[in-house]
């Protein structure tokens, strides 16, 4: 568990145009650039939301980088359950879900 | 001349960058009462305007996080986020990095800041200015407080924060408005997100109308995350508007809008001695 890593690379690129682009032409090189474990590292070259919800991304880090993947609000809030539904529960961090499975808490 | 104008307001991205999802008439009364405090503080004739925000890793991230910072730049510019998220283009908006050098030099004498010439405003301050000084024509003095990478600062320290605050402001020759941002209770960014405990913030807000220090303080972070989220961190700005002001509050609105992710908060406070 490398979560600093993983919300640093969140950081940057939420901020940085630079990083954003090299996210575009050289996302291997751009991810050596952090001590990522395997896990974490598929879940940022997979775009898999979920996945880096449940390993405990800070959602304020989370949110944009769902919206530079052009994720829509509604998208956003599913692929975070989806990813709780497949992972299990978040695993650190201060974002954990406390509502059902089902449940829509904005009606979205 | 001294501090002019109190308020608390709040700041969720959703405010402006998901309106369009809103029930049109519950938005567009929280966005008049956003805009009426506008009026307000304009009302007041302040030359500064200074905004106790909660960032959100826009300037400030673990590597190296201040507890308290406060902007020195002649200018800033937001919002970092995407404008078409946000639903704000980007923009300038004015400092006063002479009137930052001597409010901080002030409150230095009882708080340790981190003081920032480089700073990107986020939603958190974004939103507000939207609606109070939507021509982004008064100049803006920036603090922040660390509430979403715990160790947060004790909600005792944010008063000593506030007082620090007045007493600077009261040393300037300048007419200073202070507003503070923030949620009370919410679940932001999480599959939460839209869910609010009224009974909460409506708790939270009579201690704050009737500025009871030792109420205000009083919250454990334990029990703030349990019953109010992560977002509850936050009350943080909140309290130390309500140790600079040491007034009386008046709320104008307080409405759940679960679209917006939090009780739609717009409140203000008279200056007290």
């Known amino acids: ?108 | 001349m001294s501090l002019v104008f109190a308020g608390i307001a709040s700041h969720a991205p959703g405010i402006t960058g998901r309106a369009h999802l809103a029930d049109p008439t519950v938005a567009r009364d929280f966005h008049g009462a956003f805009r009426a405090l506008g009026e307000r503080l304009a009302a007041a004739r302040p030359d500064a305007l200074i905004v106790i925000a909660a960032e959100h890793f826009a300037n400030f991230f673990m590597n190296n996080m201040p507890s308290f910072a406060v902007g020195m730049a002649e200018r800033y510019q937001g919002p970092i986020e995407d404008p078409e998220w946000l639903g704000i283009a980007r923009t300038k908006v004015p400092g006063n990095a002479a009137l930052s050098r001597r409010l901080i030099r002030e409150m230095m004498q009882s708080v340790d800041l981190a003081y920032a010439e480089e700073w990107q405003f986020d939603h958190g301050i974004m939103v507000p200015l939207h609606f109070l000084t939507p021509r982004y024509d008064l100049p803006v003095v920036p603090i922040n407080i660390n509430c979403q990478g715990p160790p947060l600062a004790p909600l005792h320290r944010v008063w000593g924060l506030g007082e620090a605050l007045r007493r600077a402001a009261d040393s300037v020759p300048e007419r200073i408005a202070v507003i503070g941002t923030g949620g009370i209770s919410h679940w932001p960014a999480t599959p939460d997100s839209g869910k609010i405990n009224e009974a909460w913030d409506r708790e939270f807000l009579e201690r704050w109308q009737a500025n009871d220090r030792q109420a205000l303080v009083s919250y454990s972070d334990e029990a703030t995350y349990r019953d109010a989220g992560q977002g509850g961190f936050e009350i943080r700005t909140f309290i130390a508007v309500a140790a600079a002001a040491k007034g009386r509050g008046t709320l104008y609105h307080y409405r759940p809008i679960p679209i917006f992710a939090v009780g739609c908060t717009i409140a203000d406070m008279s200056i007290g001695a």
């Open chain 1, 1 to 108: 568990m490398s979560l600093y890593q993983m919300q640093k690379f969140l950081f940057d690129i939420n901020r940085d145009r630079g990083v954003q682009q090299q996210y575009r032409d050289d996302l291997d090189g751009l991810l050596d650039r952090y001590e990522l474990t395997a896990e974490e590292r598929g879940a940022i070259a997979t775009g898999d939301i979920g996945l880096i919800y449940v390993l405990g991304a800070n959602g304020q880090l989370l949110m944009h980088y769902a919206a530079f993947l052009g994720m829509p609000w509604a998208e956003y809030i599913a692929a975070m359950r989806r990813g709780v539904s497949r992972y299990g529960p978040v695993r650190a961090g201060l974002y954990h879900m406390t509502t059902a499975m089902d449940e829509k808490v904005a009606g979205v």
